[in-house]
């Protein structure tokens, strides 16, 4: 099977397993995943539970009337609430669309990402209104380990990864 098949196969069971804790809304997972002709993405997978939380805090219990106006708020709030750097620079999240489900995903495109990835710094305010909020972050890139790091109140929803061969 080619590498990029591989990778894609990893990052789909992955993201399996993450849906099937649809049921606790203080568990995420957020991923960095390449994408083929050096493209990236991010994808955070959730309860619509936790989404819905989040949501109505910070813009009202009665500010959307619609699936496609809850879209555009959760993505505007998680513009705000997420931050990457690369490198020591800032990585900008494009486009965005929300799969809506009892297990919800959100994915980003990134723009500005460089060639070489060295160092990764990434922030997830997105769930820090829920109790015990805990994110599972990882990266899915051709050669490199699949290693996970916990993003939670104790690192304050934060961490720094520095890559090496």
Known sequence: ????STSLLAAVLWLAAASASAHQPD???LTLVE??????MLQLNAPMTAFQHEVRITY???SYASAEEFNQLLLEYLRAQIALRINNNDVTLGNG?????????V?????DFPEVVEEVWIKNHGFTNIRDSRSVFSIFKDGLDRDSFILNKENNFQFHLSLTE
């Open 27 to 29: 568990v995420s997972s």
């Open 1 to 4: 099977m080619p590498k990029t």
């Open 60 to 62: 009202g219990a009665d």
């Open 107 to 111: 994915v980003f495109e990134l723009a």
């Open 35 to 40: 994408q083929p002709l050096g493209r990236w």
């Open 97 to 105: 669309f929300v799969k809506l489900g009892h297990a919800t995903t």
